[in-house]
Every structure is written in C-alpha cells, then in structure tokens.
C-alpha cells in the first residue's frame, strides 16, 4: 500500500490524512462517510491511487479527535456508538469542511498535485464533495457523490442552493431508495443543475441501499461496488486526465 500519513494545519486545529500514489500531479480529495477513517477507505484510495491519482482521505472530524473506531455494520445499532457518530456528524457543519477544504487543496499542491483535482464523497461526504466544487470553483475539476444524503434539502448549506457556483463536471450515484436522499430531492437537484447549465449525471443504482459502496457497510453489493467503480474511474479519467 502507498498511504502515507500526513497531518494538515487547518483553521481550527490539525487534521490527520491518508496520502496516497506517489508522482501523480492529478489528484483526487475523498471525503469519507459517517464512519471515519479506517481500513476500507484506504482499500478505496488505494484502488483509486491505482488509477493514476495523488488520493487525500482526510478526517473530517478531526475536531473530535481521538474517537472510535467505529464498526460500520453495526455503530448505528448500538445506542452508545450512534449517540458519538450523530453528535460528530451533526457537530462537523458544511461550512466547516468546505473551509477545511481550502487546506485540503493547499496539501494537494504541497505534494506536488499541480494538475486537476477531483472529489468524491460518499454518504456525509457526498455533499461536501459537492460544495467543495461550489466554494473552489477554480481548483475542483470534477466532483463525484455516491448515496450522499441531503444534496437537495431545505437546509441553507445543502449543494442544490450552490450549484450555480460550480464550473465542473458532477455526477451523481443514489441508492434506490434512500430516505436521506428522496426522489423530490433527486428531481430538485437536477432542476437546479440544468438551470445552472452544469454538466451532469444523476444516476440511480436500482435495488442498492445506502452504503452500497463500502466494502465494511452491511448494505455493500459487489456488483453495484463494481458498476460504482467504473462509472468513478472514467468520469475522472474523462475530466482529470490531461494529454
């Protein structure tokens, strides 16, 4: 494996990361789900990394730290673990990560990163990977969210409010069906993309749960796994590859 641990000096404090591929000047900022930092994200950077990218998993509840770790088949089943992960989920705002962001891109560049950066979220992630793009316009290349919860909802810091913001390529994977992303979200997302003239994909994995990407999750599903793989690794390859 070619993680190396890094730490980023933030404007809150410092945030530990997982760097991963050597020489790439593509890279890519995966924002994690709701369970932190662990053995399957790196699984995930590693596999991305393979594709020629600089990968960045940074912990997004740095703020919080030390915690877990957290088991991600069972942490909402048990009262004490659900208790921790929703405090830390509600406590690390939008506003928080997107100017964590700032630094996250900073650290990219500090590599050697000189070329298009991308992100990818997955469930909390899916969202900040989103307004990532919305808050850097000029630094994010590509973002990509997959059963990311609450991307067209009421609240202020929800994506669909920013989109206009964004210059890149987005794409969007949702689980069939996903109470934290319904289909009235779904269809207000894409009105707010055609109206910002964002170039778009909103992709429904039919009979996948949330959580179906994560090797860890209870609701992983091999060939939805795979089908997500495929549709990551040529959107990137379509939007950050140069040459």
């Not at 928080?96 to 630094?103: L, N, P, Q, V």
């Not at 979220?121 to 609450?150: E, Q, T, V, W």
Request: charged share 20%; glycine share 10%.
């Amino acid at each position: 494996m070619s993680k190396r641990d890094i730490e980023i000096r933030t404007a809150d404090g410092t945030a530990k990361a997982g760097l991963f591929g050597k020489g790439a000047t593509a890279g890519v900022i995966l924002y994690m789900d709701a369970f932190g930092p662990r053995p399957a994200l790196d699984e995930m950077a590693e596999r991305l990394a393979a594709e020629g990218y600089a990968v960045l998993v940074p912990d997004l509840f740095y703020r919080d730290a030390p915690y877990g770790p957290f088991d991600a088949k069972t942490a909402f089943t048990v009262d004490e673990s659900k208790m921790a992960l929703m405090a830390m989920v509600g406590g690390t705002t939008q506003e928080m990560t997107i100017r964590d962001s700032g630094a996250f891109l900073d650290a990219l560049a500090a590599e050697g990163v000189t070329g298009p950066i991308g992100t990818v979220g997955y469930c909390m992630g899916g969202a900040r990977a989103l307004n990532a793009a919305a808050s850097y316009p000029n630094r994010i290349k590509a973002a990509a969210s997959f059963h990311g919860g609450n991307l067209a909802s009421d609240a202020p810091d929800s994506p669909y409010h920013h989109v206009a913001a964004i210059k890149t390529r987005v794409y969007v994977g949702t689980a069939g069906v996903d109470r934290s992303f319904p289909p009235q979200q779904s269809a207000r997302l894409a009105e707010a993309l055609r109206s910002a003239e964002v170039d778009h994909i909103i992709e429904n994995y039919v009979g996948m749960a949330h959580g179906w990407c994560m090797p860890d999750h209870g609701a992983f599903d091999v060939a939805g796994a795979e089908r997500h793989w495929k549709r990551l690794t040529v959107f990137f390859a379509e939007t950050l590859k140069q040459g």
